[in-house]
């Protein structure tokens, strides 16, 4: 009975991969791909993503740590805070980044007036846009590996004469290791297909802040062709990082 549903949920993925096969042209797929414009657009969010992964798990790490295992109270209202951008739309986050570090957001009016730089539509915008919807991916995967695996080994550390930095280096960081690799491969697929908080913070400006995801949106509106092989290739990359990375990350888990 459970075949049902299953291919039905299976269909809903594949059958709109296997419409872009259809309409793709794939004689002319190599071609299309390598052009000077796509080849920037890779190799920009492939740098992007991996800045952007980078920092969600600077940053991310302690984060999840705090929501797993504070007690305040509180905690709750900032978790959901924190995965916020789970469920409000991308552009949501770019327009809030965008009156954050704009030149009339608060923040973004001190940086420019210290550095004389501006953030908007920079590299360092994409990256920020990025982090800010990949980031609670990880987040959510390191903290609930935390709730299932309990507190105990920490307290039985800390009764033992443990500092609490040493408590984390040696006892939290080796429980949080099976799901950091799952969290990281998320985190880096979901900052390589990010669109909306991007081209709303960072716009899209070639070699810049254009990345793949917004070249296919720029060659729909021009070739459809080049934007069906463009989205192809992004697909490729993609399905590339999980089956590359994910077996490390579940070799973990049996560990």
């Not at 002319?28 to 390598?34: A, D, E, H, S, V």
């Not at 302690?62 to 295992?69: D, F, S, T």
């Not at 609670?136 to 039985?156: H, I, M, N, Q």
């Not at 609490?164 to 697929?189: E, K, N």
């Amino acid at each position: 009975m459970l075949w049902v549903p299953a291919v039905f949920a299976l269909a809903l993925v594949v059958l709109p991969v296997v419409g872009l096969l259809v309409r793709s042209d794939l004689s002319r797929f190599p071609g299309l791909i390598t052009t000077s414009s796509s080849l920037h657009a890779l190799r920009l969010s492939l740098i992007t993503a991996g800045l952007s992964t980078v920092a969600c798990v600077l940053l991310g790490v302690p984060l999840a740590v705090v929501l797993a295992r504070s007690r305040l109270r509180g905690i709750r209202v900032l978790r959901a805070v924190v995965l916020l951008p789970l469920v409000l739309p991308p552009v949501v986050g770019g327009l809030a980044l965008l009156y954050l570090l704009g030149r009339k957001g608060f923040l973004g009016y001190l940086i420019t007036v210290v550095t004389g730089e501006q953030v908007p539509f920079t590299t360092a915008a994409v990256v920020s846009a990025q982090s800010c919807v990949a980031m609670p991916f990880l987040v959510v995967s390191l903290e609930g590996a935390l709730r299932g695996s309990g507190d105990r080994y920490e307290r039985v550390a800390a009764t033992l004469g443990a500092r609490p930095w040493t408590v984390f280096r040696r006892v939290t960081l080796p429980l949080l290791i099976p799901a950091l690799g799952s969290g990281v491969v998320l985190s880096f697929a979901r900052a390589l297909g990010e669109f909306g908080a991007t081209i709303t913070f960072a716009g899209s400006l070639e070699d810049v802040t254009r990345t793949l995801p917004l070249e296919v949106y720029t060659q729909a509106e021009v070739d459809t062709d080049s934007a069906v092989a463009l989205a192809l290739l992004l697909i490729v990359v993609a399905i590339l990082v999980i089956a590359l990375a994910r077996p490390k990350a579940l070799e973990g888990v049996r560990a």
